[in-house]
């Protein structure tokens, strides 16, 4: 079973950056895709970036594109967004993911396991 648990959130104005953490408690050949994922109330929850823990490559949504940084760190088995430039409807709940998607990367169904989420407020 894989335990992802996220840190790092918090609240920033707008033009502000945040850095979330996401630690994997152990790898399996099923969670070596990792992703983050965000739900702002009464909206459906939308992949934000992906990446692939062996190769590197990454996945962003058009939305957070130049503005967000996915990266890893496999000895530390830990995953970072880095968020820069925010603004106000990036507020939402931050999830992390991992899986092995067969289909979009940035769908959330393609994802098994899921950490409990941190959130992110950003003020104008």
């Known amino acids: 079973q894989v335990h992802l648990v996220e840190s790092g959130g918090g609240s920033v104005q707008a033009g502000g950056s945040l850095r979330l953490s996401c630690a994997r408690s152990t790898y399996t050949s099923n969670s070596n895709a990792m992703g983050w994922f965000r739900q702002a109330p009464g909206k459906e929850r939308e992949g934000v970036a992906a990446i692939w823990t062996g190769s590197g490559i990454t996945y962003y949504a058009d939305s957070v594109k130049g503005r967000f940084t996915i990266s890893r760190d496999n000895a530390k088995d830990t995953l970072y967004l880095q968020m820069n430039t925010l603004k106000p409807e990036d507020t939402a709940m931050y999830y992390c993911?991992?899986?092995?998607?067969?289909?979009?990367?940035?769908?959330?169904?393609?994802?098994?396991?899921w950490g409990q989420g941190t959130q992110v407020t950003v003020s104008s």
């Open positions: 993911a991992a899986g092995r998607p067969s289909g979009s990367w940035l769908s959330s169904s393609e994802y098994r396991y």
